[in-house]
């Protein structure tokens, strides 16, 4: 069974300038998740989808970030202006039906702004 | 709110010995507990759970952990430490609709 897959794993940017990031959960996976995890802190929930509807998105900054998961599958999670404090490690993961609280995570996605 | 709390930030051990990994929570009704490892450079992994009734759960890569109800913690625990058990350890509680909130993490660092 394959992973979930992320890209790019290593990004850096200038600030106010924009990124995005790409995940495509394991298959049959209907629930994704963004974490932000930055250096020394645990992952801090970004965003969450079932299949192509928005869960929660209580914590996304959405005056920079947005997210979309068009067809339910993959999705891409964008940043536009980006600042110092968006530094961190951009992790996706999914969720099997019935498995609460077991996630399959990606190995992330790590954006350097200076 | 349903919260874990992880006290220490790196924990030192010498191989072959004893391993333990603190963690206390805060829920309400009946806890659900996780514990993730993170290795450098990848994403988190699942090692184990607690759902409900035996309070001593057995895991991933010979770790366990320890469900405590009058102490509210589940700590994380090897007999015995390998060099290759150097990671982020995560303790978790699930919250909302299938959200899991994280604690900061403990870095482990087995010394040869």
């Known amino acids: 069974e394959a992973g979930v897959a992320q890209s790019p794993r290593y990004k850096i940017i200038e600030k106010r300038q924009s990124v995005a990031f790409w995940c495509n959960p394991i298959s049959g996976h209907a629930t994704l998740y963004w974490y932000q995890q930055i250096l020394g802190q645990g992952p801090k929930l970004l965003i969450q989808?079932?299949?192509?509807?928005?869960?929660?998105d209580s914590q996304l900054p959405k005056d920079r970030f947005s997210a979309e998961r068009l067809k339910g599958v993959d999705s891409t999670l964008k940043i536009q202006p980006a600042k110092l404090e968006d530094s961190a490690v951009y992790l996706c993961?999914?969720?099997?039906?019935?498995?609460?609280?077991?996630?399959?995570f990606g190995e992330g996605s790590r954006l350097t702004v200076l | 709110a349903q919260s874990v709390a992880q006290p220490e930030d790196q924990v030192n051990v010498a191989e072959g010995n004893p391993l333990t990994v603190k963690c206390t929570y805060s829920?309400?009704?009946?806890?659900?507990l996780f514990w993730y490892v993170q290795y450098p450079n990848r994403g988190l992994q699942f090692l184990l759970k607690?759902?409900?009734?035996?309070?001593l759960v057995k895991g991933s890569y010979g770790f366990e952990a320890e469900f405590n109800k009058s102490q509210t913690s589940f700590h994380l625990k090897k007999p015995s430490a390998l060099v290759s058990d150097s990671a982020l350890y995560f303790c978790a509680v699930p919250y909302g609709n299938n959200r899991l909130a994280f604690g900061k993490g403990n870095q482990v660092v087995v010394i040869p």
């Open positions: 989808f079932q299949n192509n509807g928005v869960v929660d």
């Open positions: 607690y759902i409900t009734g035996d309070n």
């Open positions: 829920v309400s009704g009946n806890p659900y």
């Open positions: 993961a999914s969720r099997k039906p019935g498995l609460t609280g077991e996630l399959f």
